[in-house]
């Protein structure tokens, strides 16, 4: 991929329109919980960055694997903080709903590295 063809997949993902839908998702998360501001500047980076990645992964030429390894990692750590910081405060349900992201993404993460090609063997079955 070329950088000219890289600019053009971040500005399809990060155009105005998608900016604008991630402020007013960040909005009713942080209105609905009674967040601060540095929460919902937090969330707004999180959700773009989320949005953009894509792009910048195929740009690098990353597996398809390896994202998925990061991104498995990366919600059991975006959950893993958010029980740590409003596990306790939060709803049952809201716990409940964050321990299942936690899970899905370590679910998600062994399933990649599983099916890595990391894992096959010389007869290229996996293990």
């Known amino acids: 991929m070329s950088l000219h063809d890289f600019r053009e997949a971040v500005r399809e993902r990060a155009s105005a329109r998608v900016l604008l839908g991630w402020v007013v998702v960040a909005a009713v998360f942080t209105v609905?919980?009674?967040?601060?501001?540095?929460?919902?500047?937090?969330?707004?980076?999180?959700?773009?960055?989320?949005?953009?990645?894509?792009?910048?992964?195929?740009?690098?030429?990353?597996?398809?694997?390896?994202?998925?390894?990061?991104?498995?990692?990366?919600?059991?750590?975006?959950?893993?903080?958010?029980?740590?910081?409003?596990?306790?405060?939060?709803?049952?349900?809201?716990?409940?709903?964050?321990?299942?992201?936690?899970?899905a993404g370590v679910v998600i993460a062994v399933r990649a590295v599983r099916d890595s090609p990391l894992t096959a063997d010389a007869d290229g079955e996996t293990a």
């Open 32 to 103: 609905a919980n009674g967040w601060s501001v540095a929460d919902f500047a937090l969330l707004l980076v999180v959700l773009v960055a989320a949005s953009v990645a894509p792009a910048v992964a195929a740009a690098l030429g990353v597996p398809a694997w390896v994202r998925s390894v990061v991104g498995g990692c990366c919600a059991v750590a975006f959950g893993a903080a958010a029980l740590y910081g409003y596990g306790g405060a939060a709803a049952p349900l809201t716990t409940l709903l964050l321990v299942g992201f936690v899970l």
